[in-house]
């Protein structure tokens, strides 16, 4: 035990250090760091590394070439960072080293998940008796709702898509908003539904699918809504959706990745008006909520679809009876504690931290925009929710201020095309950002865009 305790103090004193260091290094890996990582292109070592080796290499080889994702200037993609309550959680649950698939193996962290999962149906606004998932993100989260619903909308015409699979099936009719998220056409390909098969519609200006456009539905169906677009934070009208949808019987799934956290708070909730009337939702733990990575959360309101979709059976598992066994709910059988780490998130900012946490990203998003658009340059998106899209000029202007940016190393952001029109995109997702950060981070994006020939 000697040996793994010093280890694990020798671990916590390194991460400490790297997370003191966070605010102040530049955000990208400086080209000096990269250079580095050619020290790791070794053949494997006939001979054991010393642990504290091992640990030293990566701490001083790797450490510096990562991004400060974790860190409050980090504005790129849709990054949270982690709260310390959540990374803490991720290492006392990585030394139980528990597998999550069964309640009879592991009952302790079976239990914390159900408990997440019930705060989460109550604080998101879902109907209840919700079931749910813990899967590595919205990718996987969106696969795991999309299977029920599959399941769900053959099962109705007297089809088994788990036994039969889906070739000889009835056809399934399925509806995407223009700007729907790319994983979320994966998840459609990977369950058979095809990336190209599925039907179109229109989305306006900001993103949102136009309900008035979704033809009409008869048969097996499924309407793929978004609340939060990637790049404009636009959520569709979920409430218009889901009335259309339900009068012809087809099933509603919500890609709310990081959107769906604006129905945590009372400010915001009016944002994701009609969420609850859907039927089945995926999310991320690791954007806004601010947990270790991988974390998605797959939600369906039919417990029973989600279980006819994703149990398993053998002789050898133990069958679900009074208690939960979260692999009847997941893609995976063996798989970490992800939920504790959520668990502890929720638990540690409780139901008015995570509506500050929603709040006052959105407020330096808002407040980006307005100074970025007083500086000369345009905001292309209603600033809904934490994103932000600025124009710095074309493509190769764009290109360069965002290189600028990234280069300087007082924050990170990146581009994006928005609907024709090259833009900075600017994403805050992370609990440690602060004024000081957004007013250093506007100044650095101003000296970019000045700069930028
Ligand atoms: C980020 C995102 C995804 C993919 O999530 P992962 O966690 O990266 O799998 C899907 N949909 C939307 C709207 C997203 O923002």
Not at 32 to 47: I, T
Request: proline letters at 6%; a negative charge; charged letters at 20%.
């Amino acid at each position: 035990m000697g040996r793994m305790e010093q280890l694990l103090r020798d671990a916590a004193q390194r991460a400490v250090r790297y997370l003191r260091g966070l605010p102040d290094r530049p955000v990208a890996a400086s080209p000096q760091a990269l250079a580095r990582l050619a020290e790791l292109d070794v053949p494997l070592p006939d001979k054991p590394m010393a642990d504290q080796d091992v640990l030293a290499l990566l701490d001083e080889v790797v450490g510096p070439a990562t991004t400060a994702m974790a860190g409050p200037r980090y504005f790129g993609f849709v990054i949270g960072g982690t709260l310390p309550a959540a990374l803490a959680a991720n290492w006392l649950a990585g030394a139980w080293d528990q597998n999550a698939a069964l309640n009879q193996i592991s009952p302790g962290t079976a239990a914390v998940e159900e408990v997440a999962l019930r705060w989460l149906v109550d604080v998101l606004g879902l109907p209840s008796g919700t079931a749910g998932g813990f899967v590595t993100g919205a990718t996987m989260a969106n696969l795991t709702a999309l299977a029920a619903a599959r399941h769900a909308v053959l099962a109705e015409v007297g089809w088994d898509v788990e036994a039969q699979g889906v070739f000889g099936a009835p056809p399934v009719t399925v509806v995407v908003g223009d700007e729907a998220h790319p994983t979320l056409l994966k998840a459609l390909a990977l369950l058979g539904f095809g990336r190209d098969r599925v039907t179109r519609v229109r989305a306006d200006g900001q993103g949102r699918l136009r309900p008035t456009l979704i033809p009409a539905l008869t048969g097996p169906a499924i309407i793929c809504a978004q609340a939060g677009n990637v790049n404009t934070g636009a959520v569709d009208p979920l409430a218009a959706i889901c009335a259309q949808a339900h009068t012809d019987n087809a099933w509603v799934h919500v890609d709310g990745a990081f959107g769906l956290w604006a129905a945590a708070s009372p400010a915001l909730r009016e944002r994701v008006d009609g969420i609850g009337y859907a039927d089945s939702w995926a999310t991320d733990a690791h954007k806004w909520l601010n947990t270790p990575y991988d974390s998605g959360l797959a939600f369906v309101r039919d417990a029973a679809a989600l279980r006819a979709a994703m149990g398993v059976s053998a002789a050898y598992l133990p069958t679900e009876g009074a208690t939960r066994n979260p692999s009847d709910y997941t893609p995976e059988l063996s798989r970490r504690a992800r939920g504790v780490e959520v668990w502890a998130a929720l638990a540690s900012l409780g139901r008015l931290g995570l509506a500050d946490l929603i709040e006052r990203t959105c407020g330096y998003a808002r407040r980006f925009a307005r100074e970025l658009s007083a500086a000369g340059y345009p905001v292309l998106n209603e600033v809904v929710l934490n994103q932000v899209l600025v124009s710095v000029g074309d493509a190769g202007r764009t290109a360069r201020v965002a290189a600028r940016i990234q280069a300087d190393g007082v924050c990170w952001c990146g581009s994006t095309v928005w609907q024709g029109r090259p833009a900075l995109r600017i994403s805050v997702s992370n609990w440690s950002t602060t004024d000081e950060d957004v007013t250093r981070s506007i100044a650095a994006i101003r000296t970019a865009a000045e700069s930028a020939g």
